[in-house]
């Protein structure tokens, strides 16, 4: 398995271009299910999880190939084989259950395997299983697997999420799309990438209206078409790349970043004293002076700071000056980073959800595993800035989620190699 050897201690300047948003693809792509039409997705980013929702369709039936140097993903549901999404897939990536919304409303039947337990937490689909028995499915669970049955098609409802979830909301969208009716989805979740979704599905002939806020409403129509769409770009990736020159020093141009994606991010990058601006083309980011000041960070729901970007903001926080408190609320085992930060000399006590992270002068290099993805390049970024050498074992799960991190990472001065065992 491959690792990634990063020797701190160089500051960082240039560009990085920002990849189109990983989550953003995972529900585009499954959207291809819903019309017989072929759906072309640009700006798609290169990563594993992309290959493996493609391998799932795929196992559904639907035509796939990348073209553009994998830029652009091209997909064509005019003959569907399947509507069972097996294990195997669904157990590399929970993004799997996006086909079930789908595939209920294209066919009236999916079966669709529980993704199991997940590093970062129990992760239920309740919340999607509420959602579509209310627009008329029958769900059962049997053998591990949700047997979701629609013979005689769905029918709009007015549906009240108990929490936010960006999954259910999509599958709901997705369903809601072909169902007979008006669909109303309350207490939606409002992440870009749902807006994505909205504007493709609008293109593929949906009725779609308040996508982004927290209440959507849905006309069901009889057929979707094709379309052509272009995906957002990863707030997550640009908010990762941007902790870069925040934890090392420089200065870094990020091409295609909009502080409209991470508004609550930029404002605590601002409160830590690092500055952000608004370039022709992207974000600048760079320090405002020598030192980071500690700050608090509670993980919320869109607009709120991201779960996602927590753990590389906790990477950042160990040096900074002074004494700052992490709150994670959408994922209940969300600090696996924080064993791995501490071997590399970080004051961290983890107590249930809340981490008070004691700056420390410098971070030292050492051997440290990844056990997820955002855990993964948490520790990437806090080799930047360390002392020696720090070894991140385990980097498949970067792969998943990050397109050539040591070379984005590298072109901007970072010493950071990727070693294949
Ligand atoms: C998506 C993102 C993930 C991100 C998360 C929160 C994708 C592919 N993944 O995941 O990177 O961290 O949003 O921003 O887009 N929940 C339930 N029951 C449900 C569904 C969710 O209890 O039926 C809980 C989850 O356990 C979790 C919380 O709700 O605690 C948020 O989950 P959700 O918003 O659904 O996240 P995902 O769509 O899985």
Known sequence: MDKIIV???????????????????????????????????????????????????ASLGVEVSRLQDGKVVALSSHALSSHVADYEIVRKMRASNLVLGPLLARTGQAVVSLPGGCAIGARPMDIHVTALEALGAT???????????????????????????????????????????????????????????????????????????????????????????????????????????????????????????????????????????????????????????????ITEVFPGFPTDLQAQMMALLCTADGKSVLEERIFENRFMHAPELIRMGARIDVHGGVAEVTGVPRLKGAPVMATDLRASVSLILAGLAAEGETVVNRVYHLDRGYERVEHKLGACGARIERVSE
């Open 7 to 57: 020797r701190g201690g160089a500051e960082l300047s240039g560009t990085i271009q920002i990849a189109g948003a990983k989550n953003a693809c995972l529900a585009l792509m499954p959207a291809t299910l819903l019309s017989e039409e072929p759906l072309t997705l640009t700006n798609a980013p290169r990563l594993s999880d992309i290959a493996t929702m493609g391998a799932l369709l």
């Open 139 to 297: 769900i059962e669970l049997r053998e591990g697997y949700l047997h979701a049955e629609a013979r005689g098609g769905l029918k709009g409802a007015r549906i009240d999420m108990r929490f936010p979830s960006v999954g259910a909301t999509e599958n709901t969208m997705m369903a809601a799309v072909l169902a007979k009716g008006t669909t109303v989805i309350d207490n939606a979740a409002r992440e870009p990438e749902i807006v994505d979704l909205a504007q493709c599905l609008v293109a593929m002939g949906a009725y779609i209206d308040g996508a982004g806020g927290p209440t959507i409403t849905i006309e069901g129509v009889d057929r979707l078409h094709g379309a052509t769409d272009a995906v957002v770009p990863d707030r997550i990736e640009l908010g990762t790349y941007m902790l870069a020159p925040a934890i090392a020093g420089g200065s870094v141009d990020l091409i295609g970043g909009r502080i409209d994606l991470l508004g609550a991010f930029c404002e605590k990058l601002d409160a830590a004293g690092i500055d952000v601006t608004q370039t022709d083309t992207g974000l600048r980011v760079a320090r405002r002076n020598g030192t980071v000041r500690a700050v608090d960070v």
